[in-house]
T-cell receptor, first 115, second 112 residues
Framework: NAGVTQTPKFRILKIGQSMTLQCTQD?????MYWYRQDPGMGLKLIYY???????DKGEVPNGYNVSRSTTEDFPLRLELAAPSQTSVYFC??????????????FGPGTRLTVT | QKEVEQDPGPLSVPEGAIVSLNCTYS??????FMWYRQYSRKGPELLMY????GNKEDGRFTAQVDKSSKYISLFIRDSQPSDSATYLC????????????FGKGTLLTVNP
């Protein structure tokens, strides 16, 4: 199993550009999450999904959009990038069925700079 | 009061020292407690998981939960340079809520 994979690893965007951060998991997890991590600020939840076709806002959703058309994929869309969106973005997944616990498995992250 | 408070450090110790990392929380509904380790430029990975008061040991690591004080700790014995990382506590209230509430993380450096 590859676990949770994210692409790209790094990206530089100009203000006003758009991009999609890709996230894929091969563990058949039903829950998926997007976080951003700023220096000294911990992990902030942007959006999460409890299954294909179901998404919900987290703590800091403004400026982002998500979709979940399959169990495996959970892309994060940035529209009209702003310098405040400069951060490291982590995708995570977890399993809520029988035998599951609350552990989340994280991808390696995407480092985004908006200038 | 924030839901989870964690001293961000940084914490610098010599190799072989005992390290104590701590978090406090405000919501008594929290009942699942985790410690994640995050190496520089990597994603967090689960280190310890517990759901009851008391101690849980795994090698050089001990997780301690005191629900009456709303206080959790991670102890690292015989610390090694390879333990240098950021340690994040994460807490969950259980039931149908699968979201984790994270502390801000403590940056630990173990000097050889």
């Amino acid at each position: 199993n590859a676990g949770v994979t994210q692409t790209p690893k790094f990206r530089i965007l100009k203000i006003g550009q758009s991009m999609t951060l890709q996230c894929t998991q091969d563990m058949n997890h039903n829950y998926m999450y997007w976080y951003r991590q700023d220096p000294g600020m911990g992990l902030k939840l942007i959006y999460y999904s409890v299954g294909a076709g179901i998404t919900d806002k987290g703590e800091v959703p403004n400026g982002y959009n998500v979709s979940r058309s399959t169990t495996e994929d959970f892309p994060l869309r940035l529209e009209l990038a702003a310098p405040s969106q400069t951060s490291v973005y982590f995708c995570a997944s977890s399993y809520s069925g029988s035998g599951g616990n609350y552990e989340q498995y994280f991808g390696p992250g995407t480092r985004l700079t908006v200038t | 009061q924030k839901e989870v408070e964690q001293d961000p450090g940084p914490l610098s110790v010599p190799e072989g020292a005992i390290v104590s990392l701590n978090c406090t929380y405000s919501n008594s509904a929290f009942q699942y407690f985790m410690w994640y380790r995050q190496y520089s430029r990597k994603g967090p990975e689960l280190l310890m998981y517990t759901y009851s008061s008391g101690n849980k040991e795994d090698g050089r690591f001990t997780a301690q939960v005191d629900k009456s004080s709303k206080y959790i700790s991670l102890f690292i014995r015989d610390s090694q340079p390879s333990d240098s990382a950021t340690y994040l506590c994460a807490i969950n209230s259980g039931g149908s809520n699968y979201k984790l509430t994270f502390g801000k993380g403590t940056l630990l450096t173990v000097n050889p």
